[in-house]
Nanobody, 119 residues
Framework: QLQASGGGLVQAGGHLTLSCVVS????????MGWYRQAPGKQRELVAT???????NYAVSVKGRFTISRDDVANMAYLQMNSLKPEDTAVYYC???????????????WGQGTEVTVSS
């Protein structure tokens, strides 16, 4: 239902763009977000974006990462610049989706895409 892509291996200082597409029946997508989980650590918020376009970032990525969304394509993006080794993690996308007009909003997670930043 959510498919994330765009991860890979990059050198410190480099950049990557992650993409996430929401598939299936969609009436409305509310908040979308990116989270990450480094080895041995808990999953943490990276960035979120509301349906109105308001954004929120973790302090550690503010100024380096940019979250955006395309409501026509039902996609979210995470542009990551000036990557650091500590950004190494599996990145997960999340979306709060109402599948039908009469349905409630459910939170969906993508399968994760791995980002490795070498020093």
């Amino acid at each position: 239902q959510l498919q994330a892509s765009g991860g890979g291996l990059v050198q410190a200082g480099g950049h990557l763009t992650l993409s996430c597409v929401v598939s299936g029946s969609i009436y409305r997508i509310n908040d979308m977000g990116w989270y990450r989980q480094a080895p041995g650590k808990q999953r943490e918020l990276v960035a979120t974006i509301t349906s109105g376009g308001s954004t929120n970032y973790a302090v550690s990525v503010k100024g380096r990462f940019t979250i955006s969304r395309d409501d026509v394509a039902n996609m979210a993006y995470l542009q990551m610049n000036s990557l650091k080794p500590e950004d190494t993690a599996v990145y997960y996308c999340n979306a709060d989706v109402a599948r039908y007009r009469w349905a409630g909003v459910q939170s969906y997670w993508g399968q994760g895409t791995e980002v490795t930043v070498s020093s």
